[in-house]
């Protein structure tokens, strides 16, 4: 009795490298082919570069965001005073932060004072925000203290003040310049509330990553932000920072109750919220997109599989005749379509993380052919392109586009495995 073959036998992939294979008078085969292998092969790489920067572009914002603001705000609700305003600042400001600090997943609690005002180096000015801080609160905030691109002496902090980046390319001041800071809320007098003007050292340039933080953040000694802004004793708001800043929802209520009656907080995420909700949206809207441009591509594979039945139905007729089953011609000539979705599958993974892991020479490449200026920090918020390749994203990419390679290329096999033999060599 004559022992039925395994499916996917030895005789079945060489039928199909025989057919992959074809001859130079069947090159509209051998050319679907080709497109079908680039066109798979472009698809998974534009979906795995796209979610590495979506993903790198996330880490990146959430990651200056986290390394030079409070993961949460505690201020006061206020209260109205002898003329009738809401007065929000903190008087027992050093009992409320030490009790915020003993709160379980805290990692510290900071008093701040906050104002806005206009810093003048010589001829040039620019509006900024001053955060009045401890130098040790200041020195716990990685994206200021432990910057790469800063320069200047941290350590000599309560001599001067420190300020971003932007903020001293805007102004034209470096380290051991004398700045001058005006406040339009100074000095009462009996005519008035006169303008508060003082001069400081700048004792240090920070980068935090972030243009906004850069282009319009000056750190001052707390004491002397308490004294410029008329704050004597009091403190805006409390810094909080906590073990983990991306699981807030836990510690907050216990952060609130230490905090005491008439207090409220504000997140990071309250902050960024709507822009990581954005980011969210467009994630999966890029994935659909691409997607449907992978099933394109795949459906080229059916194209050249339909071709390649036409072609070869003299030869599915014979092998049939011999003795090979419907299952059998299925499975080659499914394997003819899946190969392809394989090899293009993995040509678009090897250039998908070539790109993800090289992106900063590239970018470099395509901004000097460019000219400069592709990347506006002023419009994105950061200074780079980032990419950041994760397992999850590289398995999302294989699965979609073997998946749908799979089974475009299902049904152009059982139409060459239901094909009759009688009628494929009728007229051979």
Known sequence: MARTPPPFAAFEWKIAWRYLRARRAEGGVSVMTWISLIGITLAVFALIATLAVRSGFRSEFVGTILGANAHVTVYSAGELDAQGQVDRTIVEYDAMAERIAQVPGVQRAAPLVKGQVLITDRDRSSGVEVFGIRPDDLYSLPGIAESDQAYGDLSRFEEGIAIGSGVARAIG?????????????????????????????????????????????????????QSFFNREGVADEIE????????????????????GERSQIWTWQDASGGFLRALEVEDNVMFIILSILVLIAAMNIVSGLIMLVKNKGRDIGILRTIGLSEGSILRVFFICGAFTGIIGTAMGVILGCLFALYIDPIFSFVNYVMGGGV?????RGIYALP???????????VGLSLGLSFFVTYFPARRAARLNPVEALRYE
């Not at 508060?196 to 240090?204: C, F, I, L, P, S």
């Not at 990347?375 to 419009?379: C, K, N, T």
Request: proline letters at 9%; charged letters at 25%; hydrophobic letters at 45%.
């Open 387 to 397: 990419a950041e390749l994760h397992l999850s994203d590289v398995l999302k990419a």
């Open 375 to 379: 990347w506006d920090p002023a419009i």
């Open 240 to 259: 909080v920072m906590v073990d983990r800043p991306e699981d807030l929802n836990p510690i907050l209520i216990p952060i609130l109750e230490a905090a």
């Open 173 to 225: 001041a470096t380290v051991g310049d004398r700045v001058k800071l005006t406040s339009p809320n100074g000095v009462k007098t009996a005519f008035g509330t006169s303008p508060r003007v003082n001069a400081y050292e700048v004792v240090y340039v920070f980068s935090a990553g972030r243009y906004d933080i850069d282009r319009t953040r000056v750190y001052m000694p707390f004491p002397e932000a």
